[in-house]
C-alpha cells in the first residue's frame, strides 16, 4: 500500500515538472517579447510661443473702411508730392545750364549775382532732398496702412487720433507723446491735455 502511494506522489511530481517549465518563458521567448511589445512613444511638448514675442496683430487698429480713408489722403500727398518734385528738379536743372550768351560769348556774372545763383541753388536742392524723404515715408505709411498698422503710435501703441493723422499722415507718434512724451492713462490720443478738453466743454 505504502509502495502504491510512493509511485503516486513520484507521478504527481512528473507531472507538474513539464507543466512549470512550460509557464517559465526562455531567454528567446523574453527577447522575442519585448521586440514585439509596442513602443509607447514619449508625449512631445506643445509648441509654446516665444516669450515676449509679439502678436500677429494688434489688438487695436483703425477698421479696414477708415484704413482705406487714410490711403486716399496718403495717396493724394505722395501725388502732390511727386508733382513739386518734377517742379524742383526742373528748377535746378534751368540753374546748372544757365548762362548769359551773347553773339556766341559767355558774359561773367556779377559776383552778386552769383552768389544768389549759387544760394537758389543750394536751397531748391535742399528742397528735393527734403520731398524725397518725404516720398519715402508716405511709401512706408502706405505699407502700414497694408498690414493693418497705421494709426498705431510705436511708444504707446494706441490710436493716434485722426486729426493729427489727417494732418500729419507720415506720422507714427500720437500726439500725447508728441507733445507731452508720456502715454495717456486712459489710452486715447489728444491733441490738448485731458484737463484742458475737460474745461472746454464746461
Known amino acids: 500500500m505504502a509502495t502504491k502511494k510512493r509511485q503516486g506522489a513520484k507521478a504527481t511530481k512528473a507531472q507538474a515538472q513539464p507543466a512549470a517549465r512550460a509557464q517559465t518563458p526562455t531567454k528567446e521567448q523574453a527577447r522575442s ?54 517742379l524742383l528738379r526742373e528748377r535746378l536743372e534751368d540753374l546748372n545750364s544757365f548762362n548769359y550768351i551773347e553773339e556766341g560769348g559767355i558774359f561773367a556774372l556779377h559776383p552778386a549775382e552769383q552768389g544768389a545763383e549759387a544760394w537758389e541753388r543750394e536751397r531748391t536742392y535742399a528742397q528735393i532732398q527734403r520731398l524725397t524723404a518725404y516720398l519715402q515715408k508716405l511709401d512706408e505709411a502706405l505699407k502700414r496702412i497694408d498690414n493693418k498698422t497705421y494709426g498705431i503710435c510705436r511708444k504707446c501703441g494706441i490710436l493716434i487720433a485722426k486729426e493729427r493723422l489727417m494732418a500729419v499722415p507720415i506720422t507714427t507718434l500720437s500726439a500725447s507723446w508728441k507733445i507731452h512724451h508720456r502715454c495717456p492713462e486712459d489710452g486715447v490720443d489728444r491733441i490738448i491735455p485731458l484737463h484742458a478738453a475737460k474745461a472746454l466743454q464746461e
Open 33 to 86: 517579447s519585448r521586440a514585439k511589445a509596442p513602443q509607447t512613444q514619449s508625449a512631445q511638448p506643445a509648441a509654446s510661443q516665444p516669450v515676449g514675442s509679439a502678436p500677429s496683430t494688434p489688438k487695436v487698429r483703425y477698421s479696414d473702411e477708415e484704413l482705406e480713408m487714410f490711403r486716399q489722403i496718403v495717396l493724394k500727398e505722395k501725388q502732390k508730392t511727386l508733382e513739386e518734385l518734377r
